[in-house]
DNA sequence: ACTTGAACCTATAGTTGCTACAGGGTTTAT
DNA sequence: ATAAACCCTGTAGCAACTATAGGTTCAAGT
C-alpha cells in the first residue's frame, strides 16, 4: 500500500510537512501558517514533535485556495467560495454572485486605471526633458487643472486594494 | 493688509489650521500628520498652545502630494518628485524617469487585469446555475488547468500593491 | 548511536498608506 | 463663561502576508 501512496505522493499514516505542501500550492509556510490562523485551513495534525503532518485534502484545499487569491478574490471571498463548495448539493447561485460581484469591481478597476495611463501617457509624452523649472509633469501634479478627466482617475487606493467579496 | 490676505485666504501671521488645509488638499487631517512624521511635509509653525499652523506654501505642497498620490505614484515616488520640484534648475530626465517607469507599472498591471477579467468573464459566463457540485466556477478554482491562460493573471498581489516610483 | 543540516516551531514586528480611536487640550464665537 | 468646533499625542487597526529571531525536530548518512 505505501508504494501506492508514495505514487499519489502522500502516505497515509505520514503525510507531509509544510514545506512540501507550500511548494505544491505554489506558496510560503509562512502563508500556510497564516491561513491556518485565520481559518482558512484546518489545524493539522501534529507529529510526536510538533510538526504539521498534510494530507491530499489539505493539498487540494489550498491549492484552491491559492488560485482564487490569484483570481484576486479576497481572503474572506475565499472563505465564502470553500464553505459553498463543501456543500456539494447546494445551488450555485451564490457561487456565481460572488464571482459576478468580483467580475463587476475588476472591470470598474480596469476603467480607472486606463483612465489613468491615458493621462500618465499625456504627462509623460508632453515631457520636452528640459529643465524641472517647465516640465510638463510636475506642472500636471501641481495643477489638477491641466488634467483631461475631471478628478478622480481612481487614485492611489484603486492601486492598492483588492475588490472585496 | 488682512483684507488682502483674507482674499489670498491665508493671513500672514496667522495661517490655517490642519483641518482647512486638508479640507483644501481633499485630504484629512491625519493624513497631514502622517505626511509630516514620514517627512513629506515639513513641521509646521505652532500656536502657543501647540496647534499646526500653515501657510500658500504648505497648501501647495500640499495638493502636490495628493494629486501625484492620486496618479498612483508611491510616497517614496512623491518624495523624489517633491525633491526635484524644489530644484527647478535641474534637468528633468528624472522625473520623467519616473513617471516613465510608474506608467510602464500601471500598462503591465493593466494587461495582467485584463487577462484576469477575461478568464472571470469565461468562468462566470460558463455558471449553468445548477448545483454546487457541477458549478463551473468551482470547478475552474479547483483545476488550473481548466484556465485558458497559463498561470498567472497577475494574482492577488497585482490588485493590491501601488507601482512604486 | 551520533551527527549534521534542512526543515520546522512560536511569537513578534514589519510592510503600505493611511484611518480610527481614546482621552485629553485650545480656539473662537456668542 | 461656556459651548462648539477644532486640535493635540499616542496607539491600534486594516489586508494579506513576509521576515526575523531564537530555538526544536526530523531524516539521512556514517
Redesign the pocket.
Known amino acids: 500500500m505505501s508504494e501506492h501512496n508514495a505514487a499519489i505522493g502522500i502516505g497515509i499514516g505520514?503525510g507531509?510537512?509544510?514545506?512540501?505542501?507550500?511548494r505544491r500550492a505554489d506558496?510560503?509556510?509562512?502563508?500556510v501558517?497564516?491561513?491556518e490562523r485565520v481559518g482558512l485551513v484546518d489545524e493539522?495534525v501534529?507529529?510526536?514533535?510538533?510538526?504539521?503532518r498534510y494530507g491530499e485534502a489539505a493539498v487540494r484545499r489550498l491549492i484552491f485556495i491559492r488560485h482564487a487569491?490569484d483570481f484576486g478574490f479576497?481572503?474572506?471571498a475565499v472563505r465564502e467560495l470553500l464553505t459553498m463548495s463543501d456543500r456539494p448539493d447546494m445551488s450555485c447561485q451564490e457561487v456565481d454572485a460572488i464571482a459576478t460581484h468580483h467580475l463587476e469591481e475588476v472591470e470598474s478597476r480596469l476603467q480607472r486605471l486606463e483612465a489613468l495611463r491615458d493621462e500618465l501617457r499625456r504627462m509623460v509624452g508632453q515631457c520636452a526633458g528640459g529643465k524641472v523649472e517647465s516640465c510638463r509633469i510636475i506642472e500636471v501634479l501641481s495643477d489638477h487643472q491641466l488634467c483631461i478627466s475631471e478628478h478622480d482617475h481612481g487614485g492611489?487606493?484603486d492601486l492598492?486594494?483588492?475588490p472585496?467579496s
Open positions: 505520514i507531509i510537512g509544510i514545506g512540501e505542501l507550500a506558496c510560503k509556510p509562512e502563508t501558517r497564516y491561513y493539522a501534529r507529529t510526536e514533535g510538533g510538526q504539521r487569491r479576497s481572503v474572506e492611489a487606493d492598492k486594494h483588492g472585496h
